[in-house]
T-cell receptor
Framework: SQQGEEDPQALSIQEGENATMNCSYK?????LQWYRQNSGRGLVHLIL?????REKHSGRLRVTLDTSKKSSSLLITASRAADTASYFC????????????FGKGTHLIIQP | EAQVTQNPRYLITVTGKKLTVTCSQN?????MSWYRQDPGLGLRQIYY???????DKGDVPEGYKVSRKEKRNFPLILESPSPNQTSLYFC???????????FGQGTRLTVV
């Protein structure tokens, strides 16, 4: 079953602007992860935030997690053309459950 | 270099002809998973394995088999492929529950 749902499905912005993507999920989680996928290639891990964390930074990336609302956001600041990709959130349930469950992704286009 | 290797990268086959997609990881990870990615549906988990000789069904296991005889290898077997199994397939591995996943480069399968 699809655990995470990203919003919006697609986003087009100008280079230099900030991009925000959201992820909602349904059940309690151990952690939430964000991945990037360049066209047709394998996913690459960006950042992991645990259920007891509220915010995390990595370079130009900022992730927030609100477990009460079962939602997360990924902010990419000062976007670049190379950030054009699809972005997926993935949830890990913990407690001996199965692997990561991915959403359908947000396709981000950075206009030069 | 830490990596997940899938083979082949591209495969065109005919309905009913058994095929195997191999997956190997060099990180001594416990978890390995297979996903398929289809337009508008995101990544859906086919099968996963928590360790040698331990496998379980994901969300879309019908028509697929897997085996985990060695920790590093997790082949995906299509005993009798059908056109609805035309898709982009990814193998992934990760360590103890909740850690980041490493993805292979994908196998684009076309069944005619």
């Amino acid at each position: 079953s699809q655990q995470g749902e990203e919003d919006p499905q697609a986003l087009s912005i100008q280079e230099g602007e900030n991009a925000t993507m959201n992820c909602s999920y349904k059940t309690s989680i151990n952690n939430l992860q964000w991945y990037r996928q360049n066209s047709g290639r394998g996913l690459v891990h960006l950042i992991l935030i645990r259920s007891n964390e509220r915010e995390k930074h990595s370079g130009r990336l900022r992730v927030t997690l609100d477990t009460s609302k079962k939602s997360s956001s990924l902010l990419i600041t000062a976007s670049r053309a190379a950030d054009t990709a699809s972005y997926f959130c993935a949830t890990a349930l913990g407690g001996g459950a199965d692997g990561l469950t991915f959403g359908k992704g947000t396709h981000l286009i950075i206009q030069p | 270099e830490a990596q997940v290797t899938q083979n082949p990268r591209y495969l065109i086959t005919v309905t009913g002809k058994k095929l195997t997609v191999t997956c190997s990881q060099n990180m001594n990870h416990e978890y390995m998973s297979w996903y398929r990615q289809d337009p508008g549906l995101g990544l859906r988990q086919i099968y996963y394995s928590m360790n040698v000789e331990v496998t379980d069904k994901g969300d879309v296991p019908e028509g697929y088999k897997v085996s985990r005889k060695e920790k590093r290898n997790f082949p995906l077997i299509l005993e009798s492929p059908s056109p609805n199994q035309t898709s982009l397939y990814f193998c992934a591995s990760r360590g103890l529950m909740g850690t980041e996943a490493f993805f292979g480069q994908g196998t684009r399968l076309t069944v005619v």
